[in-house]
């Protein structure tokens, strides 16, 4: 008997189950090909998201990558702002300076630097003048190694408009001030601040204390136009309101490019000299572009800028021949506060 099984013929209509048709989860290649498609597919849409995302973030990236320096100047910004630009355009870091008012400068920011000692948000600090520099030095404002250093120097001196006064009646020392000729005649700028108060101070050292208060309380009985910053006493003598005044040798020099008929007196041993100081502050956030701006402070072709702008009155100040004040900077400190309180005493009301 034969085992074979019968074969159907194209002409047998005997239906037949289908074939169960299988889902592409169950068959491992369809599963693999669809796998293949969204991968592919999701790689291509991160792809074009992160390079839209990097695209759109890359100014921002570049503008907070680019180097920058935090420089704080009491120097006037008439005469900074040219020498930031250079600065700029030779190096490519950007510099955010923080400028202060003539009135109180520079105590405005040497108490800003003090108030941020712990927390520093300044990487130099360009001052046009040293008193302050030595005092925030003291209070271990700047970095321990090559804090500070000198640039160039402006001057102290006494100012007579020619129209009100020859130089023959002019006073030849500061001691004359009191004299009762010039009552109501002198101008100079509250010396409480700035250069003024330096000046003041070391006139102190000079002559001794009780001489120093003398002349300070003979001073103010004899009626000083007393103003807010030295470009106002150079306003006031070039327009005639007052006869002589005590200020800075770059104010007048601003005063005689204005035309006002205005002449600096001689130096004498009554002279202080002002060097701008330039100090990297500790902790620097910024400090590899600090020591490039430090630097380039102290270049001869930056001090002939700024003497050719009359910011300074020269490159070197022991090229000066005439014998001017010389101070010891730590003695001042020391007797800051008893100073500081006399000044107050005579000259506030």
Same mark, same amino acid.
């Given at each position: ?32 090909? #669809? ?18 995302? $990097? ?42 300076? #923080? ?59 006494? #100012? ?102 205005? #002449? ?71 007797? $800051? ?5 006399? $000044? ?6």
């Amino acid at each position: 008997m034969s085992t074979e099984q019968p074969i159907h013929s194209q002409h047998d209509r005997t239906p037949h189950a289908p074939a169960k048709r299988r889902g592409w989860r169950s068959d491992y290649f369809a599963a693999c090909e #669809v796998s293949q498609f969204w991968g592919w597919l999701v790689l291509v849409i991160v792809a074009v998201v992160t390079s839209w995302f $990097l695209s759109a973030l890359w100014p921002l990236k570049s503008a907070r990558g680019r180097a920058q320096v935090v420089v704080y100047t009491s120097q006037d910004q008439v005469y900074a702002e040219p020498i930031l630009k250079d600065f700029e355009a030779e190096t490519g870091i950007k510099v955010r300076a #923080v400028f202060d008012s003539e009135a109180v400068k520079t105590v405005g920011l040497a108490n800003r630097l003090l108030a941020e000692k712990s927390h520093p948000q300044c990487d130099v600090f360009w001052n046009n003048e040293v008193f302050r520099t030595h005092q925030l030095e003291a209070e271990n404002v700047f970095r321990e190694q090559d804090p500070f250093v000198e640039v160039g120097y402006r001057s102290r001196r006494l #100012v007579i408009n020619t129209n009100k006064l020859s130089l023959a009646e002019a006073p030849r020392s500061l001691l004359e001030l009191t004299n009762t000729t010039w009552r109501g005649k002198v101008a100079l700028a509250y010396p409480l601040f700035g250069t003024t108060c330096t000046h003041f101070l070391a006139l102190r050292q000079h002559w001794g204390a009780d001489a120093w208060e003398h002349w300070c309380r003979a001073l103010q009985a004899n009626q000083p136009l007393l103003v807010d910053g030295n470009s106002v006493v150079v306003r006031l003598v070039g327009k005639g309101e007052a006869a002589i005044g005590l200020t800075d040798s770059d104010d007048i020099a601003a005063g005689q490019r204005e035309g006002y008929p205005i #002449v600096a007196l001689p130096m004498s041993d009554e002279t202080l000299l002002i060097p701008n100081t330039v100090a990297v502050a500790r902790s620097s956030p910024h400090s590899g572009a600090a020591q490039r701006f430090f630097e380039y402070l102290q270049q001869p072709k930056v001090l002939e800028k700024l003497v050719s702008a009359s910011a300074l009155e020269g490159a070197a100040p022991h090229q000066v021949s005439s014998q001017t004040l010389r101070p010891d900077w730590n003695a001042m400190l020391r007797d $800051l506060e008893p100073a500081t309180v006399k $000044l107050k005493e005579i000259f506030l009301r």
